[in-house]
């Protein structure tokens, strides 16, 4: 296995022929740009609640049928996300954005809307 990936992967390097230009980069084939919701879309939670936010993307020609989003917290003082579950835990009052972007694109995102209360 490992030998047909390096074999695999040198001959992706020859055919380059170390030509920037010759490195085909995907991009989306939409009618519309694409898009990601997440759910939910706002969210209020106590000091040490936690809610999981999920995303999904709407399908497009060049972007990957099984999506990995990865998310942040606009605000960590306020709350904190786990980056590949999408785990909220809330940490103090206040306000902040949960966001997911599609990794590989990151034009392709939702945002969440968090109040968090004493």
Same mark, same amino acid.
């Given at each position: 296995?490992?030998?047909?990936?390096?074999?695999? /992967?040198?001959?992706?390097?020859?055919?380059?022929? +170390? =030509?920037? +230009?010759?490195? /085909?980069?995907? @991009?989306? =084939?939409?009618?519309?740009?694409?898009? !990601?919701?997440?759910?939910?879309? @706002? &969210?209020?939670?106590?000091?040490?609640? %936690? $809610?999981?936010?999920? &995303?999904?993307? *709407? #399908?497009?020609?060049? /972007?990957?049928?099984?999506?990995?989003?990865?998310?942040? +917290?606009?605000? %960590?003082? %306020? &709350? *904190?996300?786990?980056?590949? %579950?999408?785990?909220?835990? !809330?940490?103090? !009052?206040?306000?902040? +954005?949960?966001? &997911? *972007?599609? $990794?590989?694109?990151? =034009?392709?995102?939702?945002?969440?809307?968090?109040? $968090?209360? #004493?």
């Amino acid at each position: 296995m490992k030998k047909v990936l390096f074999a695999s /992967l040198l001959i992706g390097i020859f055919a380059c022929n +170390s =030509d920037p +230009s010759s490195v /085909l980069i995907p @991009t989306p =084939d939409c009618n519309q740009p694409p898009g !990601a919701s997440v759910s939910p879309t @706002t &969210a209020a939670l106590r000091v040490g609640g %936690t $809610v999981r936010v999920k &995303a999904s993307m *709407t #399908p497009c020609e060049g /972007l990957p049928a099984i999506p990995v989003f990865r998310w942040q +917290s606009s605000d %960590t003082l %306020t &709350a *904190t996300v786990d980056p590949i %579950t999408g785990l909220v835990h !809330a940490r103090r !009052a206040g306000t902040a +954005s949960i966001v &997911a *972007t599609l $990794v590989g694109f990151p =034009d392709v995102g939702g945002v969440m809307a968090l109040v $968090v209360a #004493p």
